[in-house]
C-alpha cells in the first residue's frame, strides 16, 4: 500500500520535472503522506482532487525543505516569490512589463520607447473578433517557460509570481473601467479532468480579486478539445479556433461588457474565439487581458 502510494508521489514528481531516484528518505515519506492525503480526499468524493493532492504535497514537501529559487536551484525564493529568485527574475531579457509602446488593438508590444498609443500592421489583416487586447508582460524564453511549468506540469507554486506580474500592469489600466465580468478562457472538460485546473481560470481569480472586477465561468465552454496549434500559422489558427467555443444556455449576456482572461496570448486566436460567441450572444464590448504577449 505505501509503495504503491509512494508511486504516486513519484509520478507527481516525475511530471514536474524532478529526478526521483535521488531523493532521501524523509522526502519519500513526505511523498508518501501527500499519496495518501489524496487517496483520503479522493474516497471523499471531492472531485478536484488532483488540485488537492499537489496542495497538499507542496505544503508537505515545504514543511521539510527550505525554500529555493525552483530556476537556478541554488538562491533562497520564499513561496510569496513563486519559488523563483530575485537574481532569476533579474537577468538581462527575463522579464519586461508592456507599460508604454503596444498597439492599441492588439496589444503587441514594440521595441523603444513609443509613448503613444497606436494600431499595428500585425492586426490588420486578421479578423479579430475583441475590441481590444492588453497583456502584463512580454512573452519571453523565461516567461514562456514558467507559463508552461504552471499550465502543463502542475507548477502552482508559481502561482504568487505570476499573479503578481499580472496585477501589476492591469490594476493600473483597469482602474475606473466598468466591465461586469471577468470571463476566464475554458478548457474542454477533457482536459480539464486531465489537468485538474484551469491556469486561465486561476489567473482570473487573482485578476478578479484585484480589481474587484466578479468572475464568471458559468457563460462560456469549450465544445472543441483543439490539439496543440504550435505547427499551424496565424490564419489556419484562427480558423481552428473560429467554432471552439460556445455560450453555455442559461447565460445572459446582452448588453454585458466582457473581459476575457488567458494565460498568454499569441496570434488572438484563442481568444477571439470566445470573443466571436459573446458578441453573438449581445455582449456589448470584450477587451482580452492575458498575462504575457507573444509574437
Ligand atoms: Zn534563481
Ligand atoms: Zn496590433
Redesign the pocket.
Known sequence: MLDSLEKGGFVFLAKQGGDVTRLEPLKRSALAIGGWTSVAWQKLGVMNFKEIYCGMLEGVLAFFYPPV???????R?MPEQGY??????SKPGALRFIETGYCSRCGIPYDGAVERRFACSNCAGLNLEFDWARSSVVATPFVLDLARRYKYHGATWLQPLLKTWLLRVALVELDGTDWDWIVPVPMHNVRLRERGYNQAERLGVGLSFGTGITLNTKLLRRVKATPTQTTLNRRERMHNMADAFAVLPKAVIRGKRVLIVDDVLTTGATTSGCAKVLRRAGALSVGVWTLARGK
Open positions: 529559487c525552483q530556476i537556478c536551484g541554488t538562491n525564493a523563483v529568485c530575485l537574481a532569476c527574475v
